[in-house]
């Protein structure tokens, strides 16, 4: 069977826990991809807040499918699609910054300052972080983690949508 005929086929509650494993294996994906040395530069660090936010939503809104009125299950499957689709959005800009489309945030992207004296260099090696925003730290099918949260986001994002026509159709 088809992925579109079995989502199709998905209630409002199979929806919010598809949302919440998927969500929830991203973000253990990005963990584990951390753990095995590719650290995360701050864009990376915030594209993280949509699943962290995301999942718990999700699991509320399963439950909340299952026991409570059709409308709070199709409003937390609306704040779901809205959030991943953000995170969709983030992730592209993300994604371009690495390409070079465009300008990254200026700390931390771009070329480090040469220090002016030996203290001034001390004091950079402190403070200056060395995880580039512009910089991949692996591509996976051509894709970087920030891409492919951008396509995973957009993909959570057009699930809520369904879940949402699916939840007030029922009603």
Same mark, same amino acid.
């Given at each position: 069977m088809s992925p579109s005929r079995v989502l199709a086929a998905a209630t409002p509650i199979q929806i919010a826990l598809f949302i919440t494993i998927v969500g929830f294996a991203t973000i253990a994906g990005a963990w584990? *991809?951390? @753990?095995?040395?590719?650290?995360?530069?701050e864009l990376c660090l915030k594209q993280r807040w949509a699943y962290?936010? =995301?999942?718990?939503?999700a699991a509320l809104t399963s439950?909340? @499918?299952t026991s409570g009125p059709r409308w709070l299950a199709g409003a937390g499957l609306g704040l779901?699609? @809205?959030l991943f689709l953000g995170s969709a959005i983030f992730g592209a800009?993300?994604?371009g910054v690495e390409w070079g489309f465009w300008q990254g945030?200026?700390?931390?992207?771009?070329? &480090?300052?040469?220090?002016? #004296?030996? #203290?001034?260099?001390?004091?950079?090696l402190n403070t200056v972080r060395?995880?580039?925003?512009? @910089?991949?730290? !692996?591509?996976? *099918?051509g894709l970087s983690l920030a =891409?492919? #949260?951008?396509? !995973?986001? &957009?993909? &959570?994002? !057009?699930?809520?949508? !369904?879940g949402v026509r699916r939840s007030y159709a029922a009603a």
């Amino acid at each position: 069977m088809s992925p579109s005929r079995v989502l199709a086929a998905a209630t409002p509650i199979q929806i919010a826990l598809f949302i919440t494993i998927v969500g929830f294996a991203t973000i253990a994906g990005a963990w584990i *991809f951390e @753990a095995a040395g590719y650290l995360p530069c701050e864009l990376c660090l915030k594209q993280r807040w949509a699943y962290y936010a =995301g999942v718990p939503l999700a699991a509320l809104t399963s439950l909340a @499918a299952t026991s409570g009125p059709r409308w709070l299950a199709g409003a937390g499957l609306g704040l779901l699609s @809205a959030l991943f689709l953000g995170s969709a959005i983030f992730g592209a800009y993300h994604a371009g910054v690495e390409w070079g489309f465009w300008q990254g945030p200026t700390d931390c992207t771009g070329s &480090l300052s040469k220090a002016a #004296n030996m #203290n001034d260099f001390m004091n950079q090696l402190n403070t200056v972080r060395v995880v580039r925003c512009d @910089a991949v730290a !692996i591509r996976i *099918f051509g894709l970087s983690l920030a =891409g492919w #949260n951008a396509v !995973i986001s &957009l993909g &959570l994002s !057009i699930v809520g949508v !369904i879940g949402v026509r699916r939840s007030y159709a029922a009603a």
